[in-house]
């Protein structure tokens, strides 16, 4: 099993910074790529940024040049680092690992229990 803790979320007002994390745990035997997804009450849940292993990186319009995904490999940890908030990025923050696991060698995707982030004055 895999386990995934995610922390950083908050209350910021708009323009401000906050850093999300998440690290995993467990039986991994290798991670194909790591994201992350929000989801805004009454609105379906969206890829904001995502990084494979080989660095390669995808944003949203919405977040380009504001929003930065990171990853360390060491700590099987992906981070994203959100500047200039508005808040219509107000959202359940979920990170997202597709992975193989050590077990059976099986393809599986895991979701951190999510942290809410509040963008409002």
């Known amino acids: 099993q895999v386990q995934l803790v995610e922390s950083g979320g908050g209350l910021v007002q708009p323009g401000g910074s906050l850093r999300l994390s998440c690290e995993a745990s467990?039986?991994?035997?290798?991670?194909?790529?790591m994201g992350w997804y929000r989801q805004a009450p009454g609105k379906e849940r969206e890829l904001v940024a995502d990084?494979?292993?080989?660095?390669?990186?995808n944003y949203a319009d919405s977040v380009k040049s504001r929003f930065t995904i990171s990853k360390n490999n060491a700590k099987n940890a992906v981070y994203l680092q959100m500047n200039s908030l508005k808040p219509e990025d107000t959202a359940v923050y979920y990170c997202?690992?597709?992975?193989?696991?050590?077990?059976?060698?099986?393809?599986?995707?895991?979701w951190g229990q999510g942290t809410q982030v509040t963008v409002s004055s």
């Open positions: 990084i494979t292993n080989d660095d390669r990186t």
């Open positions: 997202n690992y597709r992975l193989i696991a050590t077990a059976k060698l099986n393809f599986e995707i895991y």
């Open positions: 467990g039986s991994i035997f290798s991670i194909l790529a």
